[in-house]
């Protein structure tokens, strides 16, 4: 796995467990598991609600502000 940025969000994917978390409180459809069982993420479609980063219980989200 291989970690993400964007201008929104950050990713530390080492200690992501795939546990679906955080994908099930999106709900702008901004985060998916991947074929492969990986997070992947898309800065078009979050509205930076942040649920996605309280959900998580390995802190594996964070905001760039």
Not at 33 to 43: A, G, K, N, Q
């Amino acid at each position: 796995s291989s970690d993400w940025s964007s201008d929104v969000c950050s990713s530390d994917l080492e200690k992501c467990t795939s546990c679906g978390a955080c994908t099930a409180v999106c709900g702008s459809g901004a985060l998916a598991m991947d074929e492969r069982d990986e997070l992947s993420f898309d800065p078009e479609r979050c509205v930076v609600c942040e649920r996605c980063i309280a959900a998580c219980p390995m802190a594996v989200l964070r905001l760039n502000r």
